[in-house]
């Protein structure tokens, strides 16, 4: 049973940063699919970082570009958003997900990812 868990959300000013850890039991980080997605109040789940596959091609949001970083810790089984120069729009519940089987046109849909964390809250102030 794959188990993901979020941390290291919190409330920060903007301009600031964050590093977000999803621990993951069950599946070998490096193995799937391994993504980031965001939700705030009232809009749905939008894609943010993704490890593509056991690969390294990583890919992003037009709106985090340049600003966050998806990595991860193959060792530990662990991976990380690092979050910079953060805005208030950034803020929303940051989930963890993964996929095993997942086609590369398909990454950016919520809905095709088979495994979720619980989710950690960011809250950008102005």
């Known amino acids: 049973q794959v188990q993901l868990v979020e941390s290291g959300g919190g409330l920060v000013q903007a301009g600031g940063s964050l590093r977000l850890s999803c621990t993951v039991s069950?599946?070998?980080?490096?193995?799937?699919?391994m993504a980031w997605f965001r939700q705030a109040p009232g809009k749905e789940r939008e894609f943010v970082a993704n490890?593509?596959?056991?690969?390294?091609?990583?890919y992003y949001a037009d709106s985090v570009k340049g600003r966050f970083t998806i990595s991860r810790d193959n060792a530990k089984n662990i991976l990380f958003l690092q979050m910079n120069d953060l805005k208030p729009e950034d803020t929303g519940v940051y989930y963890c997900?993964?996929?095993?089987?997942?086609?590369?046109?398909?990454?950016?849909?919520?809905?095709?990812?088979?495994?979720w964390g619980q989710g950690t809250q960011v809250t950008v102030s102005s």
């Open positions: 997900a993964a996929s095993a089987t997942i086609i590369y046109s398909s990454m950016y849909n919520p809905s095709r990812y088979n495994d």
């Open positions: 069950g599946r070998a980080v490096g193995s799937a699919t």
């Open positions: 490890f593509f596959r056991s690969g390294y091609n990583t």
